[in-house]
């Protein structure tokens, strides 16, 4: 069935970016159209309507030049969802390989009648430099070490889900900050809807003077573990360090690792968030990962929910 209800006219009116490239250009009130739009669409699956024409005639490109799994299949369903036509890209195998530059390819692309690109990329500001050379919405899905916006918002969205606010909620960003574009998005997301952002792991992790961007900074877990509503347990991001930044992944899985054992000093009603891959066994043992305070699975369920809403409200043929 093909209708969208008042609430989806009214979030739709009110939008005005072209462009998803990162938290930190969102104001709160846009975060959060974002998220009641999603919440609308979880309630219109909850009813049985998961197909639906919103996106119809339009056409969504893909463009991963970086390994995906959650991110990429869920930005493809999303779009199928809503009735949109899908173009999948891979740099393996592209005209990349022959020379042709980053932006001649996607405005390749792009003159085969795209209306939305999707891109991840390894370099920062990539997506900012499809924006400035392209006609077509863009949607940064993961631009090296700088941002990743739709994650953060399904962490954000999975928090409020369960808590109902984020106001006043203290939230831990754990593991890899230097390295986690996760990590940014989320400060710029939870900061500006009211969260207490502490940021924690070893110090050679922890970017110089991140608390200008409005967050505290732990050395220490189990310190403030007692403190914390939610903890997002980040993935050490091997492929973006060099090595030596810590001892061992060991010593680490010690220190900064979620297990059992730790679990029991934290908030009876604790959060635990990971945006994934994990590395079972190094941030998050099986049993935390699997157990009753891990909303992990939630977290993939609601990814799904969040790129709809950003594909919706982003898509230039959508007005209402």
Same mark, same amino acid.
């Given at each position: ?27 709160? /009130?846009? @975060? ?12 219109l ?19 991963? !030049? ?9 930005f ?10 899908? *173009?999948? !890209?891979s ?10 530059? !980053?932006?001649?390819?996607?405005? $390749? ?5 795209? #209306?939305? *690109? ?6 920062? =500001?990539?997506?900012?430099?499809l ?11 993961? #631009? ?11 962490? @954000? ?47 050679t992790? @922890? ?6 961007? =409005?967050?505290?900074?732990?050395? /220490?877990? /189990?310190? @403030?573990?007692?403190?914390? #509503? ?7 991001? !091997? ?12 010593e ?6 979620? $297990? ?42 609601? =990814? ?10 982003? $898509?230039p043929?959508?007005?209402?």
């Amino acid at each position: 069935m093909n209708f969208v209800t008042d609430t989806d006219n009214s979030i739709k009116k009110r939008w005005t970016k072209r462009h998803l490239l990162g938290l930190e250009y969102l104001s709160a /009130d846009e @975060i959060t159209m974002i998220l009641d739009q999603a919440a609308e669409f979880k309630r219109l699956a909850a009813q049985g309507e998961t197909k639906l024409g919103l996106l119809r005639g339009t056409v969504v490109a893909n463009l991963f !030049f970086e390994p995906s799994t959650r991110t990429r299949t869920s930005f493809g369903l999303a779009a199928k969802r809503l009735s949109a036509d899908i *173009v999948e !890209f891979s740099a393996a195998g592209s005209s990349l390989v022959k020379g042709e530059t !980053f932006i001649d390819t996607a405005r $390749n692309i792009e003159a085969m009648g795209v #209306d939305q *690109v999707v891109v991840r990329h390894s370099t920062p =500001g990539a997506p900012h430099l499809l924006a400035q050379n392209l006609n077509t919405s863009v949607l940064n899905a993961g #631009d090296g070490t700088h941002e990743h916006p739709t994650q953060a918002l399904l962490d @954000i969205f999975t928090i409020r889900e369960h808590r109902g606010t984020l106001q006043g909620l203290t939230v831990a960003l754990v593991g890899d900050i230097s390295h986690s574009r996760v990590a940014r998005s989320n400060i710029w997301g939870l900061t500006k809807l009211g969260a207490r952002v502490i940021v924690c792991g070893p110090a050679t992790l @922890i970017p110089q003077h991140v608390e200008k961007l =409005g967050v505290e900074v732990a050395t /220490d877990l /189990d310190k @403030i573990l007692p403190e914390l #509503d939610c903890i997002n347990l980040l993935r050490i991001q !091997f492929e973006r360090q060099r090595s030596g930044l810590f001892p061992s992944i060991a010593e680490y899985a010690h220190l900064f690792g979620m $297990n059992g054992e730790r679990l029991k000093t934290a908030k009876d009603d604790v959060m635990i968030l990971a945006p994934g891959p994990i590395n079972r066994g190094v941030e998050i043992t099986p049993d935390v990962a699997d157990g009753g305070h891990s909303v992990i699975l939630d977290q993939v369920t609601n =990814g799904l929910l969040i790129r709809m809403a950003c594909l919706y409200l982003l $898509n230039p043929k959508n007005s209402p």
